[in-house]
Structures are given as structure tokens and as C-alpha cells.
């Protein structure tokens, strides 16, 4: 049974940082497309980065240049480091993963696991 597990949230004040880290059981794909998403109160669930067995990544415009993904293969698990945090970052966050080498795009419906969420909050 796969289970992708978040951790790292919290609350910060705008300009501050968080590490998320996702934690991969059962899973041994890890090497494949996995990416964050974030979902705001009455928004629909977007795409902030994917990452591919390459190691190539993708990020939303929103968050380029503050967020960084990273994997690591033998410990099984996907982070985000997210720096510069603003106000509009406020989210839940969910990592995913889908069982395809490349990442084709941001978009939440190919991703064929999700982890539970992890609640940021960004104060101004």
C-alpha cells in the first residue's frame, strides 16, 4: 500500500522560510515524477513544482526563485524549501506522485498518489 506522508508545515511571518518534506512507504518509484501542490481555501488545487527521473523541475510562476524541489532517491523522500515565503503562499500542501519517468506538466489529475496535506500559514 503506497502512502506518501507530509511533514514541515507551520505558521511563519512573510519572508520567512519552511522546509516541507514528503516521506514515500511502500512505494518504490520514488525516481518517477513527484511533485508539491497546494490547495488555498475556495481555490482550485494547483501545481507549485514537479520533478522528474531526470531531475529536471518545473515550478509555477508564482513560486520561481523562492521554492526549490529536491528528491533523494535512497531515502525515498521529495522536499520543498521555500524561501521568501508572502502571504499568498497560504496552503495546504500535498505531495504526489505518478508512475511515469517524465513530468509532463503541473497539473493535479495524472498524479496517481497523494499524501494527506500539511497546513502552511504565512502572515504578513
Known amino acids: 500500500q503506497v502512502q506518501l506522508v507530509e511533514s514541515g508545515g507551520g505558521s511563519v511571518q512573510a519572508g520567512g522560510s519552511l522546509r516541507l518534506s514528503c516521506a514515500a512507504f511502500?512505494?518504490?518509484?520514488?525516481?518517477?515524477?513527484m511533485g508539491w501542490f497546494r490547495q488555498a481555501p475556495g481555490k482550485e488545487r494547483e501545481g507549485v513544482s514537479v520533478i522528474d527521473a531526470y531531475g529536471s523541475t518545473s515550478y509555477a510562476d508564482s513560486v520561481k526563485g523562492r521554492f526549490t524541489i529536491s528528491k533523494d532517491n535512497a531515502k525515498n523522500t521529495l522536499d520543498l524549501q521555500m524561501n521568501s515565503l508572502k502571504p499568498e503562499d497560504t496552503a495546504i500542501y500535498y505531495c504526489?506522485?505518478?508512475?511515469?519517468?517524465?513530468?509532463?506538466?503541473?497539473?493535479?489529475?495524472?498524479?496517481?498518489?497523494w499524501g494527506q496535506g500539511t497546513q502552511v500559514t504565512v502572515s504578513s
Open positions: 504526489a506522485a505518478r508512475t511515469t519517468l517524465r513530468c509532463p506538466g503541473r497539473a493535479p489529475d495524472p498524479f496517481n498518489y
Open positions: 511502500g512505494y518504490s518509484h520514488i525516481n518517477y515524477c
